[in-house]
Each structure stands twice: as structure tokens, then as C-alpha cells.
């Protein structure tokens, strides 16, 4: 059974990096067919997608973000990370990440982890 | 960037009810939308894909209907566990997709 976990500290100091960890169980992020995403949601907000790779292909990113954030994989824990550099107060809500079928829709996510970005 | 227009922003209805909730796309986006539901402190869950399948182990009371650039998602008899928060997606410029802003659907 696919599972996502997101880990990382739930609080940033402004103008640091913001660094956070998915752990993918039942299914392996090298896969030539798995698709996988970062996605935030600021407190009683919506939802905003913010970037997406295949380990074989691409990696794209939301031009909103692009500046500041990278995708990075480590294939021996199966994992894929997020990176938002020069954080603000703008920047605090809860990641989360998931799979994405074919570029294409969420079709399973992790429970989310909230990040706070004050001094 | 393609705007998703939910609405209305809350919908305040009883058990049994029929929800009717809309989705409209700033421009064409085919049927590359999604529906997801979300109740509080959990993440989305996909409830609709390419406009009008449901996704695995969703119950029958939910569908989707719409191309182009207006969308409907029904509900048609709203269960307890179907007071929540529903978003549109589309991710036709994939895989630069966007969100609505959500609608609540609240117990009346």
C-alpha cells in the first residue's frame, strides 16, 4: 500500500531555507510510470501547487516559485526532498506531498506537515 | 496562468440534500479536471478525474459533469461525511495545474 510522509521543522526563521522531507513506502520514486509532487496550503487557504518531477524526466516548478525552490531526490531512502530558499511569512503552511499521475491529477497524499516562518 | 472560479463559497445544506457545487475555468481546459475533498486537519482526497470518473473507492453519490471551461460537481444525498471543503483542479497546462479557492459545504 502506497504511503507519503512529510518531515521536517515545523518552524523557519525568515530569510532561511525551508527543508522538507518525503518518505514514499509501496512504491519506488525511481519508477519509469511514478509521477511526484510538492503541494502547500496556507492557513484557511487554498491549495497551490509548487513543483513536480519524474526521477527519470523532468522536474518542473511553479513560475510563482521558481527562484527559490529545487526538488532533490535520494533514491537509497526513497525519498524526495523540498528546498524554498529567503523565506517569508508568506511561505508558512502546511506542504504537503504526493503522487501525480502522468503530470496530471493527485491521486494520493501525504497527511502534510505545517511550517511556521517567523523569528 | 489559468484562474479556477469556485462557487458558491459556502453551501449550507442538510443531510439528504443534493450539492450542487461549480467550477469555472478562465479558459478552455478540455476535461483535464479534478475534484478533491478535504475536512479539516486531513489532506485532499481525489474524489473526480478528467472531469467525470471517479477515482477508486469513491461512492456513487459523487459525479462530475462539465468540459471547456464550466464544471459541476454533484452530490446527491449528502451523507454526514460529506460536509467538507472541495476544490477544482485543472491541470490541462500541465503540470503547471491550478486550484479553485475552494467551497465548504456545511450542515445547515
Known amino acids: 500500500q502506497l504511503q507519503l510522509q512529510e518531515s521536517g521543522p515545523g518552524l523557519v526563521k525568515p530569510s532561511e531555507t525551508l527543508s522538507l522531507t518525503c518518505t514514499v513506502s509501496?512504491?519506488?520514486?525511481?519508477?519509469?510510470?511514478?509521477?511526484w509532487g510538492w503541494i502547500r496550503q496556507p492557513p484557511g487557504k487554498g491549495l497551490e501547487w509548487i513543483g513536480s518531477f519524474i526521477y527519470s524526466g523532468s522536474t518542473y516548478y511553479n513560475p510563482s516559485l521558481q527562484s527559490r525552490v529545487r526538488i532533490s531526490v535520494d533514491t537509497s531512502k526513497n525519498q524526495f526532498s523540498l528546498s524554498l530558499s529567503s523565506v517569508t511569512a508568506a511561505d508558512t503552511a502546511v506542504y504537503y506531498c504526493?503522487?501525480?499521475?502522468?503530470?496530471?491529477?493527485?491521486?494520493?497524499w501525504g497527511q502534510g506537515t505545517m511550517v511556521t516562518v517567523s523569528s | 496562468e489559468i484562474v479556477m472560479t469556485q462557487s458558491p463559497a459556502t453551501l449550507s445544506l442538510s443531510p439528504g440534500e443534493i450539492a450542487t457545487l461549480s467550477c469555472r475555468a478562465s479558459q478552455s481546459v478540455s476535461s483535464n479536471l479534478a475534484w478533491y475533498q478535504q475536512k479539516p486537519g486531513q489532506a485532499p482526497r481525489l474524489l473526480i478525474y478528467?472531469?467525470?470518473t471517479r477515482a477508486t473507492g469513491i461512492p456513487a453519490r459523487f459525479s462530475g459533469s462539465g468540459s471547456e471551461t464550466e464544471f459541476t460537481l454533484t452530490i446527491s444525498s449528502l451523507q454526514s461525511e460529506d460536509f467538507a471543503v472541495y476544490y477544482c483542479h485543472q491541470y490541462n497546462n500541465w503540470p503547471r495545474g491550478t486550484f479553485g479557492q475552494g467551497t465548504k459545504v456545511e450542515m445547515k
Open positions: 509501496g512504491d519506488s520514486i525511481t519508477s519509469r510510470s511514478s509521477y
Open positions: 504526493a503522487r501525480q499521475y502522468n503530470w496530471n491529477y493527485f491521486d494520493l
Open positions: 478528467r472531469a467525470s
